[in-house]
């Protein structure tokens, strides 16, 4: 059975102080590991889709690292805008279906 | 474009009525799903389509009935509601390869008393 664990929970940062959320799965036969983000009352938003070990993707402030074992989600110098739901989701085999993390709230304060 | 869109947007039911939650997606994708989210439990499948009249079990499919007859078209089905899936359902759709992410509508956010 897939799984995915997030952590920490939930994370409060001042604005420009850099952290990193982790995603930790248990897979087989791991197709892409995908991260979202979510704000109150919306849907997931796509950010990234990282497909084997040692690969990393970028865009603005977020950078997003992948092991056999973990992803990463960096996050640089952050603003109260990208205070959200940060969601990390797998997917396996054949199947197109994910499997989500319970997801990490960020809360950035001025 | 409009992406993935669900109707209606919040829904109030007593226990034991029937409903039925409305997808449609314009991005001519052969996947659509339905999850559920409730607090603590993150995104669950419900049940899943990879293509016009095929469907599939996810997760948690009791209570939840799926059809697919169009491509566009992937409604979801409450036949009995029950005060457990109170709930927000968000329906999603993706290209189906290997690999390609799924797209979100804003969800239902669904009540039963």
């Known amino acids: 059975e897939d799984q995915v664990t997030q952590s920490p929970e939930a994370l409060r940062l001042q604005e420009g102080e850099s952290s990193s959320l982790n995603c930790s799965y248990t897979v087989s036969g791991l197709r892409g590991l995908f991260w979202y983000r979510q704000d109150p009352g919306k849907g997931p938003e796509f950010l990234f889709t990282l497909y084997s070990a040692g690969e990393e993707k970028e865009k603005e402030r977020l950078k997003a690292t992948l092991t056999k074992k973990e992803s990463f989600l960096h996050i640089t110098a952050p603003k109260p805008e990208d205070s959200a739901t940060y969601l990390c989701?797998?997917?396996?085999?054949?199947?197109?279906?994910?499997?989500f993390g319970t997801g990490t709230r960020l809360q950035v304060t001025l | 474009n409009a992406g993935v869109t669900q109707t209606p947007k919040f829904q109030v039911l007593k226990t034991g009525q029937s409903m039925t939650l409305q997808c449609a997606q314009d991005m001519n994708h052969e996947y659509m799903s339905w999850y559920r989210q409730d607090p603590g439990m993150g995104l669950r499948l419900i049940h899943y389509s990879v293509g016009a009249g095929i469907t599939d079990q996810g997760e948690v499919p009791n209570g939840y009935n799926v059809s697919r007859s169009t491509t566009e078209d992937f409604p979801l089905r409450l036949l009995s509601a029950a005060p457990s899936q109170t709930s927000v359902y968000f329906c999603?759709?993706?290209?189906?390869?290997?690999?390609?992410?799924?797209?979100f509508g804003n969800g239902t956010r669904l009540t039963v008393t």
């Open positions: 999603a759709s993706s290209l189906g390869t290997g690999g390609s992410p799924l797209h």
């Open positions: 989701a797998v997917q396996a085999g054949t199947a197109s279906k994910l499997t």
